[in-house]
């Protein structure tokens, strides 16, 4: 059973603000819900991570409502390099991240 | 910044021999994740040590073992190789499970079994 659910695809163009939903409706007490971004053959790179409210850092913003039953990954003006698939994850102390289906994002010119 | 290093980048092996891939995680790090990617596929989790206990456990097969030795670096042994074992495998390495610089990854290993 899938704990994390996001969109399979998303297109956009360099110079817009890119907001990848993601649904996790069984949300945990105790889980973290970060992201990750990966490039074709490459390792995943972490992102962010929050836990409630809003979390921001030099490339991206997390918000997290109250109930936490979903979260938004925020990019501001992306740009071509920012094409990659990106996955939101749940993650708690002493269990490894578990990757789902993440989200192939299409930055055109 | 060190990364986590992982040797080597390619393997080519014939079915049913043995591979060991290796992992030097980022120094200070005290948890280490593998995680198999096929072609076209999303990172599956393997195994994961803390402080060189394995700690966790994911869907590796039991032809595989794995182990984190004293100085925190860390094998992943594949004997009795299939074809289908072919695929990138990466290792990562973080402070905790609840890093809160998350995991780093490694630019994985690209084993192709023939």
């Known amino acids: 059973l899938a704990k994390t659910t996001q969109p399979i695809s998303m297109d956009s163009y360099e110079g817009q603000e890119v907001n990848i939903t993601c649904s996790h409706n069984?949300?945990?007490?105790?889980?973290?819900i970060t992201w990750y971004q990966q490039f074709p053959s490459q390792g995943p790179r972490f992102i962010i991570q929050g836990y409630k409210t809003k979390v921001t850092n030099e490339v991206a913003s997390l918000f997290i409502p109250a109930d936490r039953k979903s979260s938004t990954l925020s990019l501001p003006r992306v740009s071509l390099s920012d094409t990659a698939v990106y996955y939101c994850?749940?993650?708690?102390?002493?269990?490894?991240?578990?990757f789902g289906k993440g989200t192939t994002l299409s930055v055109s010119s | 910044a060190a990364g986590v290093i992982q040797s080597p980048r390619h393997l080519i092996k014939e079915k049913r021999e043995t591979a060991t891939l290796k992992c030097y995680p980022i120094p200070r790090h005290d948890t280490v994740y593998w995680y198999q990617q096929g072609p076209g596929q999303d990172p599956q989790f393997l195994i994961s040590?803390?402080?060189?206990?394995?700690?966790d456990k994911g869907s590796i097969p039991d032809r595989f073992s794995a182990q984190q030795f004293s100085d925190y670096h860390s094998e992943l042994n594949m004997s009795s190789l299939e074809l289908g074992d072919s695929a990138l495998y990466f290792c990562a390495s973080s402070l905790g499970y609840l890093d809160t610089n998350g995991y780093t990854f490694g630019s994985g290993t690209r084993l192709t079994v023939v």
């Open positions: 069984n949300i945990a007490t105790n889980d973290y």
């Open positions: 040590f803390y402080e060189k206990m394995q700690s």
């Open positions: 994850l749940l993650n708690q102390a002493g269990t490894a991240l578990i």
